[in-house]
Every structure is written in C-alpha cells, then in structure tokens.
C-alpha cells in the first residue's frame, strides 16, 4: 500500500517495463536503464516511475578509466508519468528529490 492506495503488482511491473521502453525510445542512448521507482498517483490515473540510466558517451571509453569515475555520478535519473490505463506516456522530466 502506498499513502493509503492500494498498488496492483502486475499493473505496476506493466507501467514499469513501458516506462522503461519509453525512455529508451526518446533517448537512444541510454544504457543500463532500470526501474529505481514507482508510485500510483493519489487520484490513481497515473503511474509515476522513476527510471536510471547512463548516457554511452559518459561510460568510460577503457576500463583504467573506468577505475577513476563512480558508476553512481554518471547515472541520470527521469520521471515518467504515465497514464495508467494505458501506459501512455504524459510527461518526462529530470527527477528531483521530494522536499
């Protein structure tokens, strides 16, 4: 249960997968994108996750590089909203913690 809603497991992996295959859509150059969040809006109309994911041109070009650069501090995160009845995508944007 989240904030008192109940969430439906397979309804959430569903909006999870898409969420990921959305981002990859728009940003071709995403690599290692994983689910990092998700939850049912309030009004339960829509899904909001929260996908990671690094940019191929930020992964180290030789594995002695790969020694000095955190995998964390590469990893960019998005928020997709998106329509729960029909997984489609309403908004994207960069993620930012809740205050």
């Known amino acids: 249960m989240v904030g008192g809603l109940v969430m439906d497991v397979s ?16 940003i071709p150059e995403a690599r290692y994108a994983a689910l990092e969040g998700i939850e049912l809006s309030e009004d339960e109309t829509s899904w909001r996750v929260v996908v990671g994911y690094v940019l ?7 594995a002695l590089a790969g020694l000095t650069t955190s995998p964390k501090s590469l990893r960019t995160y998005k928020t997709l909203i998106l329509d729960r009845a029909t997984l489609e995508l309403k908004r994207m944007e960069l993620y930012h913690e809740p205050a």
């Open 11 to 26: 309804s959430a992996q569903a909006a999870a997968k898409r969420a990921v295959e959305i981002l990859v859509e728009l």
């Open 56 to 62: 191929g041109s930020d992964l180290p070009a030789t």
